[in-house]
């Protein structure tokens, strides 16, 4: 009998929109207003063809700063890594 067939796809590369970020590698830090759990913003980065990075290295390319963003904000600053906030990134992604 042919059950339910379900096949595994990436979240992602099922909602991909035109890929603005494509090439950029973000690191997302710190708490925001409209992205609860920080995952959305994330997910909003991949969906657009960014790449999400744990940690802020010499290879990231942006860094998307919320609220008490910490250790890694100022990590960013020192390599001269573009800052973009919670208002900016919502902009830059046509989501305001």
């Not at 379900?6 to 997302?28: D, H, K, R």
């Not at 008490?68 to 904000?73: F, T």
Request: charged share 25%; net charge positive.
């Amino acid at each position: 009998a042919a059950g339910l067939q379900m096949t595994a796809t990436s979240t992602a590369a099922a909602e991909a929109l035109e890929p603005s970020l494509a090439g950029q590698n973000w690191c997302v830090t710190g708490s925001f207003e409209h992205y609860k759990p920080r995952d959305l913003a994330a997910r909003e980065i991949e969906r657009r063809g960014g790449k999400v990075v744990s940690a802020v290295s010499s290879k990231t390319t942006h860094l998307l700063a919320g609220e008490k963003a910490g250790s890694k904000l100022q990590k960013a600053e020192q390599l001269g890594i573009q800052i973009v906030d919670e208002i900016e990134f919502r902009r830059l992604i046509g989501q305001q």
